[in-house]
């Protein structure tokens, strides 16, 4: 901050009309214990580094955020800006996983935001092999982007029907269990930051669902109406024929053949 003032400055007596921003990430994410005084030209992005990939599931971090977000809403007076990848999973090896969208996540996050009425947001979108830019996630976040009062369960119960039609209650509870599962594991690793989809966490939160996953995406594409709704399951199992295939290959499942996601070497190279 000593250095981020000084630059500020500097850039107020060549380009007084403008704004300095910088980033609060990593070592620097809390702030300073003594006050001091923030030049008015320094606007600054908060970037929680301990918070990415579902960590605030951690009881300890939940009642932390809050607590951090305001300390540096009072040292900034509202010239702050939020980076989020707090419901992030990096797929860097991509294994078909899918991943829930955190609802209590954006729940505990996005009112505090609005609360200190912060100027920008950047959030982390879901991608890779399930998600892209169609998946529960995205289209919650950036509702709530636009309207951070917006009822997350409700827009929650929207999307999965308007994509799943009939099978939108199956797939949501999909989604359920994988959130029921990571928060779980989560608040069981507390030394654990990791926010790719590592085979141990893969091993740990999908291994021990999918066959749940599987007798309910059937369900669901059974009850399917429209063309659309067939699509949009069949392109959600089709990552479940990748993560099959991995967790296959990782020698974890038993009788492998008998699932619908089966591919032999051949099939699945084709």
């Known amino acids: 901050l000593t250095f981020y003032n000084e630059i500020a400055r500097r850039v107020k007596t060549q380009q007084p009309d403008k ?8 070592a620097y994410t809390y702030p300073p214990a003594k006050p001091m005084v923030i030049e008015p030209n320094l606007y600054l992005t908060l970037a929680v580094r301990a918070y990415y990939g579902f960590t605030l ?11 951090v977000m305001a300390a540096w809403d009072g040292l900034m007076k509202g010239r702050m800006g939020w980076v989020d990848y707090s419901t992030y999973v ?4 991509p294994m078909g996983t899918p991943y829930p969208p955190g609802k209590d996540i954006l729940k505990l996050l996005f009112p505090a935001i609005r609360k200190h ?3 920008s947001v950047y959030w982390g979108s879901t991608v890779g092999t399930v998600h892209g830019w169609g998946s529960l996630h995205n289209y919650l976040v950036a509702k709530l982007m636009w309207d951070s009062d917006a009822d997350v369960d409700a827009l929650s119960k929207d999307w999965l029907e308007r994509a ?10 999909v989604h359920d269990l994988l959130d029921e599962r990571l928060a779980a594991y989560k608040r069981s690793k507390p030394n654990d930051f990791e926010y790719d989809a590592v085979p141990a966490q893969v091993r740990a ?5 999918f066959p749940q996953i599987e007798s309910l995406y059937r369900e669901a594409l059974s009850l399917a109406q429209t063309d659309a709704q067939r699509q949009r399951l069949q392109m959600f199992g089709d990552n479940l024929v990748l993560l099959h295939w991995h967790l296959r290959k990782a020698g974890w499942l ?17």
């Open 19 to 26: 704004l300095l921003g910088g980033y609060v990430y990593a």
């Open 57 to 67: 599931y951690r009881d300890d971090f939940a009642a932390e955020a809050p607590r």
């Open 90 to 93: 990096g797929m860097d090896t």
């Open 117 to 119: 009425e912060w100027q």
């Open 164 to 173: 799943y039609g009939p099978g939108g209650p199956l797939m949501g509870r």
């Open 205 to 209: 939160i999908h291994l021990p669902l």
């Open 254 to 270: 038993e009788k492998p053949e008998q699932s619908t996601f089966y591919r032999s070497d051949a099939d699945f190279k084709n």
